[in-house]
Nanobody, 124 residues
């Protein structure tokens, strides 16, 4: 099993930045890809970004150019640097991890482990 714990959420003004972290523990050697998803009130869970163990990453169009995903395999930690935040980014952000070797990492179905989430609120 893998346990994921997010941190770094909070309240920020529009145009500001936040950095989310996700610490993985347990059978971390089995993690292939990690990703961030978000869910706003009344909306479905939405893909944000994902990164495979070898480092290649993919982003949702809505965050491309503003968010950067990275991972430190030695520290078993996933990051999401979020810049130029706007109120539409307000949501609970969850990190997730997959077993080897998932082909699709842009949908929730592709993930095996989930964190509890951290709230990000962007005020206008």
């Amino acid at each position: 099993q893998v346990q994921l714990v997010e941190s770094g959420g909070g309240l920020v003004q529009a145009g500001g930045s936040l950095r989310l972290s996700c610490a993985a523990s347990g059978r971390t050697f089995s993690i292939y890809a990690m990703g961030w998803f978000r869910q706003a009130p009344g909306k479905e869970r939405e893909f944000v970004a994902a990164i495979r163990r070898i480092g290649d990453s993919t982003y949702a169009d809505s965050v491309k150019g503003r968010f950067t995903i990275s991972r430190d395999n030695a520290k078993n930690t996933l990051y999401l640097q979020m810049n130029s935040l706007n109120p539409e980014d307000t949501a609970v952000y969850c990190c997730a991890a997959t077993k080897p070797f998932r082909a699709i990492i842009t949908t929730p179905d592709g993930y095996d482990y989930w964190g509890q989430g951290t709230q990000v609120t962007v005020s206008s």
